[in-house]
């Protein structure tokens, strides 16, 4: 995204706005609900997504060790494919969880 296309509410058309709806204090309140179903909204889809990365990398693992310990001949390069699967759904999910946003009040 550009630096232009940024919304920056210091601006004097993101304060007019905000005074306008902050002066009927009924439609304030009625636009807190929208806002607040879009922020959880967001914030499930974000963890679904976490949820679901964690949930392939323990499958993934599962398959792995159960082919690895089958038999006694199984190549050990299956624990090593497992570990590479692994550390690939650790940095996905380490990447989303940087990029999420979290309360500042919980630390």
Known sequence: ?????????????????AAKA????????SLLPHYY???VGQMSKRLDRLDL???????VIAAVLSLSFASVDSPPYFLLIGMFALS???????RR??????DPGFG
């Open 88 to 94: 690939v759904f650790l940095v996905f999910d380490i």
């Open 22 to 29: 902050g002066a009927e204090p009924t439609e304030f309140l």
């Open 97 to 102: 969880y940087r990029s999420t946003p979290r």
């Open 53 to 59: 990365t964690t949930d392939w990398a323990i499958a």
């Open 37 to 39: 179903r879009g922020e």
């Open 1 to 17: 995204m550009e630096e232009d296309d940024r919304f920056d509410p210091e601006t004097h058309d993101a304060r007019e706005v």
